[in-house]
């Protein structure tokens, strides 16, 4: 303990005549002789004064008066484990780039421990910041500062989203030391070594001596782009090395913050970087908005994304009759849209199916009328349709093919030419037959492509000079053929053309999609073209390499998105990926939505390594504010004092041959309770936490015997050990139950959580179970949900996107119902779990099952995940008077239904969002009812009710 005014304690010199004049008696009464005293002391009466104070008072008078006099010492107990000596003016240099943040908050508590010192010794301080300021200020030391005055001025100050500039740091400190000012460092180091580390610790070191503070557990990382291919988005996680081994859990969220996949990662000692997959369908993919790493604070963890990272559907119609097995139209397609977008090849039908950004049409894969009616309204509807010219396309025009055709003026019709009926697949109408260039019958020579116009979304693609055209289909000239045309020969007719049809595109590219009638399938160009023409199928407008995007939302020093700071400026577009970033270019979303790209940390923060220790190394945990005692000891002198008055006040108004027993016992009651009151607030945070709550138990530390579930209506869940699976299975069911309770007359109480062979499941009427990879069965729980079902109990199993039909081995249609997405494994948990149970034959839930309309008439019962078959019991089985025991699916209810303590729906609905979430509640309320009045709303009284809502 340390006394910051140590001669406040000469006081205590007095505590002597303290005590003499505490025990001073009043003068003694003059004796006078009086006969009739006689006569009054034979009454009886005792004098009861009391004379001298007890002396356990005197000494509680002295301790009150010496807690007091030690209090104006303003004691405290130093807790800075290092034993940094603050005996003269201090340099504080303190790192606070991105590399800071993690850890922040113990960093400033040390900060606030060093200034303490500093100011209560009377010393001044000077600070650099090594990151540079917002608005483009220079790096530089501060005027001497009083110590709290500091930290008035460090207040707002936190890590700064962007690096340290450690060159323009040691500039500063050697102007320090050449203006002849020398004295101890306080250097808090991120620990993330630089280019000029070497400079900056000969600065340091002229300066004074340095201790090196920091922290040795901080967990620096950052998420750098890796091979964005289509079926996955790889990241590269790189860290500083650690001694240790370490478990980091890599989040996907959209942007209202939603999660769609967790990795966890695991880094081996001294490890510098893993890689990270998501694997995602590319409709949750194209969703997310952000990857962080969980726990760890700060913009490094954060990677942004933009379009770039979004893979658009491309569908590829199969089925030409003149393909070959090894060259065929698509052969040059796949090759070059594979590294960018998903590809999809198959029928028309079936690509039409699903939702597409793309649809390419080699040549003759359209020509029936059903097949360009379908694709034309598709197109209406927004979709970007590309077509490639061939022999078919020639014949479909309407001619045969021409060596070398004479061009009309633009404008005029060919004398003679019959005008085709227009086809509203084609942006532009074509000539007969086909252009040839070259060959042994003709004069002329293959054309080279001229330079892309300005206005052409090929605009900056460069053009190489090797590739040649020799045949190509004619647009038929006419007044606006130049606003439909994107690229041209250099003689000036067009190779590539388009035009808008209702709200979508289609493009037509005036060659083979083979190296039949041009190089370009072969060439570099053709790959970029096409990327292209998928970034504008999704509204994206690609800037020019010299066009700059202005800061439109940045993340600050706690890795959160907020507006520009001061002197933010705008990237030019070909710098992203190539750019780290600054003080004039922080991290965050860069450009008008259309052309929005992402600047993030990691895009060029390179290998990580450790910082070497400059001067004495220290733990910068060993810092922390004192603890000062002489508040508690004032209380504490006061208190005594307020026990005094009370003491006295009982004494002097106490009367009798037992008042002083009785006052003692008084007092010592009153300095029972008043020592009890001081001391509560200390026992009170120790207490122990209440037991966990039972399942059934009305409040978590209720100890009736009768269960909560036995005094209202409540669903269960079955405990999987999982601890985010059974969160989810909590907060869905209790979503549920307010749905439930918001839209019908039943009333649910909370959800309760489950373990089949411990606890009594005949209080609820419906169990959901969610189905976990690794999970297993005993005798015991078999033969209680034997049990339970037989009593007329339902169990809803979910296994969580596996269709149950791969494992209850269904083979009534196992066709394209299964889906193979998130849950794998879980087809030989279903197998294991449901082996012992008394499971009847199965059917799939149709529209005719009274679980479709026991309150909402379903068609659909989606979940998170939507087209997966759910399976009941078939109709007719007389166990439960016809009601189906279990309910098996896989469409992932709970994360559906999940509502988290603020009130919102953290998981995302694939693919329809809150139509889908909404279809989902219904089919739980559905569920409910269901369990609650079994078949009751399969009576026939219901049948007409029923035939009329129904159209039937």
Same mark, same amino acid.
């Given at each position: 303990m340390i006394l910051t005014t140590p001669w406040v304690l000469w006081a205590l010199a007095a505590l002597p005549v303290v005590w003499l004049l505490l025990r001073a008696l009043p003068p003694r009464p003059r004796e006078q002789a009086f006969p009739p005293i006689a006569i009054l002391r034979g009454l009886g009466a005792r004098n009861d004064d009391v004379a001298r104070a007890p002396p356990w008072l005197l000494v509680l008078r002295c301790l009150a008066v010496a807690l007091v006099i030690a209090a104006c010492a303003q004691p405290f107990i130093t807790r800075d484990r290092a034993g940094i000596t603050t005996t003269a003016d201090t340099l504080l240099v303190i790192d606070n780039g991105w590399a800071a943040a993690p850890g922040w908050t113990e960093r400033l508590r040390a900060v606030d421990s060093i200034l303490q010192r500093l100011s209560r010794n009377g010393h001044a301080v000077r600070l650099l910041l090594t990151a540079p300021p917002a608005g483009n200020e220079p790096v530089r030391v501060s005027e001497a500062q009083d110590p709290a005055i500091m930290r008035t001025m460090l207040d707002p100050t936190e890590a700064q989203p962007w690096g340290v500039d450690r060159h323009a740091a040691a500039t500063a400190l050697q102007a320090l030391a050449q203006g002849g000012w020398h004295g101890p460092v306080l250097y808090l180091a991120d620990g993330l070594a630089t280019p000029d580390d070497a400079a900056f610790a000969t600065a340091l070191r002229a300066v004074g001596p340095v201790r090196d503070l920091r922290l040795p557990d901080a967990d620096i990382v950052t998420l750098a782009p890796g091979h964005n291919g289509s079926e996955a988005l790889d990241l590269r996680l790189r860290t500083v090395p650690r001694p240790t081994l370490r478990e980091l859990a890599v989040r996907a969220q959209t942007l209202d913050n939603s999660t769609l996949q967790v990795v966890h %990662?695991? +880094?081996?000692?001294? !490890?510098r970087q893993a890689d990270v997959r998501l694997n995602l369908p590319v409709e949750l993919r194209n969703q997310l908005d952000h990857v962080d790493v969980d726990a760890i604070s700060g913009p490094a963890s954060v990677r942004l994304l933009d379009e770039n990272d979004r893979r658009r559907p491309v569908g590829l119609i199969s089925g030409n009759a003149s393909d070959t097995p090894l060259m065929g139209s698509l052969f040059y397609l796949r090759r070059a849209l594979a590294p960018g977008a998903e590809l999809r090849e198959g029928s028309l039908d079936s690509l039409l199916a699903r939702p597409l950004s793309i649809l390419i049409a080699p040549d003759g894969t359209l020509g029936s009328p059903? @097949? =360009?009616h379908k694709v034309e309204d598709w197109v209406r509807r927004g979709g970007t349709l590309i077509r490639f010219a061939g022999p078919l396309l020639v014949q479909a025009a309407g001619g045969p093919g021409l060596a070398n055709p004479t061009l009309p003026a633009p404008g005029a019709e060919r004398p003679g030419a019959n005008t085709p009926a227009p086809d509203a697949l084609l942006p532009v109408q074509l000539m007969d037959g086909e252009r040839v260039l070259g060959g042994a019958m003709s004069w002329s020579r293959p054309e080279h492509l001229a330079p892309f116009d300005a206005q052409s979304p090929f605009h900056d693609l460069p053009v190489p000079g090797d590739v040649t055209v020799s045949r190509q289909v004619l647009a038929r000239p006419s007044a606006d053929l130049d606003t439909h045309t994107w690229a041209r020969l250099t003689d000036g007719t067009p190779l590539v053309t388009h035009a808008a049809l209702g709200a979508g595109q289609v493009v037509l590219f005036h060659v083979t999609s083979t190296a039949d009638w041009s190089n370009l399938p072969l060439s570099g160009l053709f790959v970029g073209m096409l990327q292209r023409l998928g970034e504008r199928a999704m509204g994206i407008e690609t800037p020019a390499d010299q066009s700059l995007l202005s800061p439109y939302l940045t993340l600050d020093g706690a890795g959160v998105e907020g507006p520009p700071p001061a002197g933010a400026q705008a990237v030019r577009a070909d710098a992203f990926g190539h750019i780290a970033v600054s003080a004039t270019h922080p991290p965050g979303l860069y450009g008008p939505r259309a052309s929005r790209r992402a600047l993030n940390v990691g895009d060029e923060a390179g290998e990580m390594l450790p910082q070497s220790p400059i001067g004495t190394a220290m733990d910068l945990r060993g810092q922390a504010p004192d603890i000062a005692l002489g508040p508690v000891l004032a209380v504490l002198g006061l208190a005594l004092i307020l026990v005094d008055g009370i003491v006295a006040i009982l004494l002097r108004s106490s009367a009798g041959r037992g008042a002083g027993r009785l006052s003692g016992r008084m007092t010592m009651l009153v300095l029972a309770v008043a020592g009890a009151a001081l001391a509560f607030p200390n026992r009170a945070p120790a207490q122990d936490a209440p037991p966990p709550a039972r399942a059934g138990s009305e409040h978590p530390n209720d100890t009736s015997a009768v269960p909560g579930a036995a005094l209202e209506t409540r669903l269960g869940y079955i405990v999987t050990n999982h601890e985010d699976i059974d969160t989810v299975s909590r907060e869905g069911l209790q979503g549920l139950s307010d749905y439930v309770n918001a839209r019908t007359s039943a009333v649910l109480g909370h959800p309760d959580a489950l373990v089949p062979e411990r606890d009594d499941l005949s209080y609820y009427p419906m169990i959901y179970w969610p189905v976990t990879a690794d999970a297993t069965t005993t005798p015991a729980r078999t @033969? !209680? +949900? *034997? @049990? /339970?079902? =037989?009593?007329?109990?339902? +169990?809803?199993?979910?296994?969580?996107?596996?269709?149950?039909a791969t494992a209850q081995g269904d083979k009534a249609d196992n066709g394209d119902d299964s889906f193979t997405g998130s849950a794998p494994g879980t087809a030989a948990a279903l197998r294991r779990m449901t082996a012992g149970l008394d499971i009847p034959p199965l059917m799939k839930l149709d529209d005719h099952h009274v679980l479709t309309h026991t309150f909402y008439l379903l068609h659909d019962f989606p979940g998170r995940y939507d087209g997966m078959p759910v399976w009941v019991a078939q109709e007719g089985d007389s166990t439960n008077d016809g009601v189906s025991p279990v309910i098996i699916g896989s469409n992932d209810w709970a994360h559906a239904w999940a509502v988290d303590d603020s009130g919102n729906t953290p998981y995302a609905t694939i693919p329809d969002g809150t139509e889908q979430r909404t279809l989902a509640y =219904?089919?739980? %309320?559905? !569920? %409910?009812? /269901? !369990? +609650?009045?079994? *078949? /009751?709303? @399969?009576d026939q009284v219901h049948v007409p009710a029923l035939l009329k809502r129904l159209g039937e």
């Open positions: %990662v695991t +880094l081996p000692p001294d !490890a059903d @097949a =360009r @033969a !209680a +949900l *034997n @049990a /339970y079902m =037989r009593h007329g109990g339902i +169990l809803m199993i979910d296994t969580q996107g596996q269709d149950p =219904r089919f739980g %309320v559905n !569920a %409910v009812l /269901y !369990a +609650l009045t079994g *078949n /009751y709303k @399969a």
